[in-house]
């Protein structure tokens, strides 16, 4: 031991363990501090009890000799940090020339495993710049995984290692598999044993369990979890195409066939699956459902989110079904039954469907917004946003069609709870701009400042009233409390809680002034004792078509009555329109399919009386003033 180091512990100034730690510690040693990194022991002054160190950011640092024994981690000259600091030409050349003998010497220095993240903590700023290091990564790490070296983890967070002696790359995955606890995780697992499939030498030996493994697995699960099934049936073909002389041991158990049992819950099994695996499962369709898989498909993109509404058209135009999709849009959007992620769809890629882009897609639209604002108000959709944030699609709606379509639908932006009042001027203003002679109808109501009184059942007033109220009485005084407790947890500028209490604030203030502008040009009814004479509200029409002699039976009620399934309309509605006013044997003009045909009124009958009556609480004096007096 060093005399000097002698005469500390002698004076009970210096442990011996402590003397021992900093016989490694001599000046010119390399070094890491927990908190300070990397240094270099610059000199020893023992008569002060003391070492300095040389550390990036501190030069000429002093130390107290015993906490320099217990804090400072001595490098060997083999040590990459080492290395770097004597020469740090030759790292980069080893960079270039030998990176994998570069990680290795990292690794070894880091305990034998070592982060990506860690790796690049040493390596940039003087051995490369951030973006150099990416590139160089990338392709280092490819010839760590070919060397077989190398333990790559699938998550960037896990450590990389020196793999052990007779330890293959190959061993690894079906370590990896193997160990895997829950079915997610198998898959996981046998993705990459998929990935490197050509490093099983002797695939019969290695792979062929796993096939075993992932069809009892599929089958067991399928019933519980049908997309874990879906999921491992096709790694299972993956890696069957790869390695043929692997195969299946249950004869019959095909993608085909789990498509087949699956048929009806595919709809909420989909989504659930990789956007890749969803889109060859419906790839997969004709094959294992045969001519019918058409309408399957169809009815899955009726059904379905917004990803699977975009596949379906791609997959059933490649397979020549294009006739068939723009049938089933034309009926949905003549019914208005389309939903909102189809339209949202529609809308978007309408370049390719120009020819549905008419102002009975707006109808379809607005009758679509209105049931979303029915099952969640105050919710913007992706449909809600793409009507009001794309400034081109107004317009492209519009000037297919005439004046008097796009003075009704005017009239329909006007009365429509949908919109604020800005928002609503904006969308006026791009119809306007189509056409500049009905400008007049928004200055028009702009100046009298209220809009035209609504029709509506009793019914439907009172599901618009029960709505109000629950705003008032319940959604908005919790909200309120909500608001002051996130105000309590202090320093607004980060307070997400406070920020969404506030947003809801608006959204419920928004829907409120919305009820209160409707319940106010409500008015009333139950359809009781129409005028028959001719089509008004309240009346069942029944029409003939001239050409076919086809029929078809509309119930017109108020604005707030919609059932296309049930053909009960609004009178706001294009069809109502046309109807209101005609009498019995008049003829008219209706857009259909394909085109517009003529009708012939062969019955106007009253329709059932609404069964809420103004007994039950409500007057046909405007319903605002009722809500006010609450």
Sequence with gaps: MDPELEKLVEAGKLTSHAAGQLEKLKPGTFCLHKSWGFGRVREWNLLLNQIVIDFAGKKSHPMQAQYAAENLMPLAPGHFLARKATDLASIKSLARENPADLVRNILESLDGKATAQQISEWMVGDVFTEAEWKRWWESTKKGLKASGAFSIPVKKTEAIQIRGEGVSHADELVTAFNKAPQPKQQIVALEQIIKFHEQFKEPEKQLQPIIVTIENTAVRNQKIHPELAFELMMGRDDLLEHRPTLHTTHVGLTLSKLILEEEKRLI???????????????????????????????????????????????????????????????????????????????CSDRENWSDLITPELLGAILSALEREQHRA????????RALVEDRHLLGDISKKGDVALARDAIRRFQLSPLFDELTK???????????????????????????????????????????????????IPENSREIALARSYGDLSENFEFKAAKQMQSVLMRRKSELEQMLHNARGTSFENPDTSRVSIGTIVTLRNVETNEEETYTILGAWDSDPDRHIISYQTAIGQALLGHALDDTVSLKTEHAASRFAIVSIKPAPADEITPASGLTSEPAVETAAAK
Excluded: D, F
């Design 377 to 384: 108000p105050g919710r913007a959709s992706k449909l809600h």
């Design 425 to 475: 001027r904006s969308l006026l203003a791009r119809i306007v701009k189509i056409y500049p002679e009905l400008e007049s109808m928004i200055t028009g109501a702009q100046s009298q400042g209220e809009t035209a009184a609504l029709i509506v059942s009793w019914s439907s007033l009172e599901k618009r009233k029960i709505e109000y109220e629950e705003l008032i009485k319940t959604k």
């Design 268 to 346: 909420s099994v989909l989504p659930k699956l990789p956007a890749a695996k969803e889109k060859r499962i419906l790839q997969a369709l004709p094959s294992a459902l045969g001519p019918r898989w058409t309408e399957r498909a169809l009815l899955l993109m009726q059904g379905s989110h917004g990803r699977m509404v975009a596949q379906i058209p791609r997959i059933l135009s490649e397979a020549g079904q294009h006739a068939e999709l723009r049938t089933m849009l034309e009926r949905s959007i003549r019914e208005h039954s389309a939903t909102s992620e189809m339209l949202a769809w529609l």
